[in-house]
């Protein structure tokens, strides 16, 4: 049986900088009311994270341990720290810092037992100036996350960002918790791990609020402010896009390619029709591209295993 309270589970891999002011902002929380404490991922035993947990953890009102997981991912880091979590998990990544009052917001509706999840805001760093060709169409690749100013539920095809968010701890394990295929893995930068985890949310029966007031800020290094950063991310996005129904797509005779084709037909009509001269609405067309270029690799890839 889960202890009562609230768990942080905080998965880190090769980012000791990030860690700290993760923790850092861990450190500067508001009593959220019931008992709470903070489990520190290893991902692939990352050796970094000991000495920063040792170094900031001490600052914490509450007890911080580091679990190892061997295997590299962030979805089998989160899977290792929700297996020991409390009641409620909240998860928090290693590129965020959250504000004063973010772990009693995201928590709040699952501690009332009125949600099974809560989806918090993920804010890109303002201190950064942006690029004039990222235009907004752009900025969610960057894990920007914002549904307004308004506490509501999220729509059934909406989706929460596990860099900020929170969980009924018991149904997300019944649920089957986060696909290790899906999202960040050494440095590639697989997604939808959120997506799949919301429909596995969703089908136990369970509903998810967003809520704007927890609030977290998202790190912007330069390395992401590039048209090469963003074509390579959109690229991951195609192939995570085929992972996500990889069932579905398997047994089609096309392997998916028929329908991710037509969608593209649609999207770069749309897309160029807003001027492809200039930058912001050309580099979105290549994105669209490379999506679908993704989407077609793992079908291609599939179709190779098959015939093995």
Known sequence: MRAPGITVVLPTWNRPLGLRRALEGLAGQRDP?????????????????RPVV??????LPVPVTVADEPEPGASRARNRGLATSRQVVAFLDDDCVPEAGWLAAVTRPVLRGEWAAAAGRVVADPTVARPRWLGDA??????????GAEERPLAPDDFL?????????????????????LGPTAGRPTVNDDVDV?????AAGGHILYVPSARVV?????????????LRRMHA??????????????????????????QLVKEEASIL?????????????AGAVARAAGFAREALRARGRQAD
């Open 138 to 147: 752009l900025v969610a690749y960057l894990a920007e996350y914002d549904r």
């Open 237 to 262: 996005q195609g192939r995570s896009d085929w992972i996500l129904d990889r069932r579905t797509n398997a047994r089609a005779r096309d392997r998916g390619l028929g329908s991710a084709g037509r």
């Open 218 to 230: 998202h790190e912007l290094p330069a390395s992401r402010l590039s048209p090469t950063y963003l």
């Open 33 to 49: 009311g019931p008992e709470w404490d903070v489990t520190v991922v290893a991902s692939a035993s990352d050796p970094a994270a």
């Open 198 to 202: 919301c429909r596995k949310v969703r």
């Open 161 to 181: 960002l596990t860099a900020n968010a929170a969980f009924d701890a018991d149904l997300l394990t019944a649920a089957g918790g986060f696909d290790p295929l």
């Open 54 to 59: 040792e170094a900031v953890g001490r600052r």
């Open 273 to 285: 029709r807003q001027g492809p001269w200039h930058r912001p609405v050309a580099l979105h067309a």
